[in-house]
């Protein structure tokens, strides 16, 4: 069974599962969404840049950072409506982890900005995820080379802006700081 066509009806996880038309999707409050075809060659290296910071200063803690494509139910265990794949997250509460995907909010979520997306990653997904109390949203600009840091705070994202200079930290894994000249490297 593919995809279905009608976008008046919400679904659920279990649909998402049923869709095999070789199409990634993400499902948002049990509306289907067609991710964007193959990312640009800038987008994947840094996407690779973050992952591989990330996955350094992780060795040897509990914290497992994953890259796309990588489901992450955000809210499984309500409407289970709601399945995304970020660029990169990190998740430190390992009884999230099923061995196939993210069941809940994930402690980090970083999205790299396209042109075909930054529009959803900044405006819908932003709402998602603070909604989800993801503690850390990052959304990276590879266009003016910024990084935009949300953190969760009662509720509610409050932002800090980076410059492709600058060494940002990363508030939810102590101790961690990205070194952005090298992200915005290649």
Known sequence: MGLPRRTDENYTFADYCTWDDGERWELIEGVPYAMSPAPFQRHQ??????????????????????????????????????????DVLVVCDNARLDGKRCNGSPDLIVEVLSPSTARHDRVVKFRLYQKAGVREYWLIDPDT??????????????????????????????????????VFAQ
């Open 45 to 86: 290296e840094i996407c690779g840049e973050i992952f591989g910071q990330l996955r350094e200063f992780l060795k040897g803690k509990p914290c497992k950072v994953f890259i796309a494509p990588f489901d992450v139910r955000l809210n499984a265990d309500k409407e289970d409506d709601t399945v995304c794949q970020p």
């Open 145 to 182: 080379e910024t990084v935009q840091v949300n953190i969760l705070k009662d509720g509610k994202y409050y932002t800090q802006m980076y410059a492709e200079t600058d060494t940002a930290p990363v508030s939810v894994l102590d101790g961690c700081n990205l070194d952005l000249s090298d």
